[in-house]
Nanobody, 126 residues
Framework: VQLQASGGGLVQAGGSLRLSCVAS????????VAWFRQAPGKEREFVAA?????????YYVDSVKGRFTISGDNTKSTVYLLMSSLRPEDTAVYYC???????????????????WGQGTLVTVSS
């Protein structure tokens, strides 16, 4: 299973970016897809997830609620993270992750995910 994350770049504070996570060779049907990020010198942090097994519910870390939106179609192989009102503290490498058997209590835990994309760098200038 391979995941490809893309869409990162340099943006000014207040701007927007849309990240994409594409799975090769299969769809995300009834699975969980999440975005994590890692800033320099910091631990990897949960950002958002979509849990199709529970009906497509979405989950966010408090710091991005109202600014970021995770979306996708579970019959397809792409999940998006639309990031708006970006702040310099959003600067990080963003990773998408996927797991077919994750449970809700584990959805924010990076070690619970079996498959990871290579990361895409988002830089927000002030």
């Amino acid at each position: 299973v391979q995941l490809q994350a893309s869409g990162g770049g340099l943006v000014q504070a207040g701007g927007s970016l849309r990240l994409s996570c594409v799975a090769s060779g299969r769809t995300f049907s009834r699975q969980t897809v999440a975005w994590f990020r890692q800033a320099p010198g910091k631990e990897r942090e949960f950002v958002a997830a979509i849990h199709w097994r529970s009906g497509g519910y979405t989950y966010y870390v408090d710091s991005v609620k109202g600014r970021f939106t995770i979306s996708g179609d579970n019959t397809k192989s792409t999940v998006y993270l639309l990031m708006s009102s970006l702040r310099p503290e959003d600067t990080a490498v963003y990773y998408c992750a996927n797991d077919p058997s994750i449970i809700l209590s584990e959805i924010r835990v990076s070690r619970s995910y079996a498959y990871w994309g290579q990361g895409t760098l988002v830089t927000v200038s002030s």
